[in-house]
């Protein structure tokens, strides 16, 4: 598996992520500069979480016009397994790859603890190594986290068992508790929670790791 990590100015959780998945893979995986033109070889993509480009505008908006989204959108069109953690699900909505919007959390606070998340689609290529109804236990770290969609959308999302994970008690007033949604491929997830941030017991939990452990496998 050749794994790939988007840096954005203020990314802050890439090498976090970077960890995780060489954890999984045993091999480092590419770090690619917002700034490039095209991606290495890879089969999968990695947006991680932080602050691109300070939050202005919207959270993600700046880095969905990097240049580097458009090599990241093409591999996603063609199929490339695609996951953006926190600021990274703020940027797939903001470059279409998603549907709906993160905006700030319902409280106005930011809120930064673990939170539990039920499993509410096992069919995916990110999920599909997690019990569907099963619990895991993630950090979350974010002040624009509340996601938001119109009825029809979240209806649809709904219908089509889009929604991958749901938060078991709502910490930023997401619509139906979402915390992850997957695209109609399924070969995109965009999520708040941080996978990459509890892959050792020294670091709190190992869910994480299994999470990461799973999706290579399935995307390998």
Known sequence: MKPSII??????CDRDAAAALEQATGKPPAMVWHGEASLPDTDFIVLPGGFSYGDYLRSGAMAAKSPIMRAVIEKAKTGTPVIGI????????EAGLLPGALLRNAGLNFVCRSVTLRVENNSSIFTGGLEKGAFVDFPIAHHDGN?????????????DERIAFRYVDNPNGSARDIAGILNEAGNVLGMMPHPERVISPLLGGVDGA???KAVVEAAA
């Open 86 to 93: 926190c600021n990274g699900f703020q940027t797939l909505c």
């Open 210 to 212: 299994t999470f990461f």
């Open 147 to 159: 996601y938001f969609a119109d009825d029809e959308t979240l209806n649809r999302l709904e219908g």
């Open 7 to 12: 840096v954005f100015p203020a990314s802050n």
